[in-house]
Nanobody
Framework: QVQLVESGGGLVQPGGSLRLSCAAS????????MGWFRQAPGKEREIVAV????????YYADSVKGRFAISRDGAKKTVYLQMDSLKPEDTAVYYC?????????????????WGPGTQVTVSS
């Protein structure tokens, strides 16, 4: 059964850090590109970061470059999003998703499976 489950969200002050985790089933993890998206209230879902199955290829949205880092652990079938220097505008529900085709990696419609999401709130 295909399954993605995010964890690690919470409330953090501006300038703080969080690490999100996404546990995946073998079927979604072994050959897919994995992406993190986020959606703030009243806004469209947007790409945050993407990583390929070896971890050698990564992509970051301009808004998070230099602050966020995506990684994956094959043995644990887990994808991580390390978020540093958090800003109030990073507040959103964060989702992980898998893309088996390896194309249109910044478009949420190109992703096959999604986790339920985890809330990240950056506020003082």
């Amino acid at each position: 059964q295909v399954q993605l489950v995010e964890s690690g969200g919470g409330l953090v002050q501006p300038g703080g850090s969080l690490r999100l985790s996404c546990a995946a089933s073998e079927r979604t993890f072994s050959s897919a590109f994995m992406g993190w998206f986020r959606q703030a209230p009243g806004k469209e879902r947007e790409i945050v970061a993407v990583i390929n199955w070896t971890g050698a290829i990564t992509y970051y949205a301009d808004s998070v470059k230099g602050r966020f880092a995506i990684s994956r652990d094959g043995a644990k079938k887990t994808v991580y999003l390390q978020m540093d220097s958090l800003k109030p505008e990073d507040t959103a529900v964060y989702y992980c998703a898998s893309n088996s085709r390896g194309s249109d990696l910044t478009r949420h419609s190109a992703y096959d499976y999604w986790g339920p999401g985890t809330q990240v709130t950056v506020s003082s």
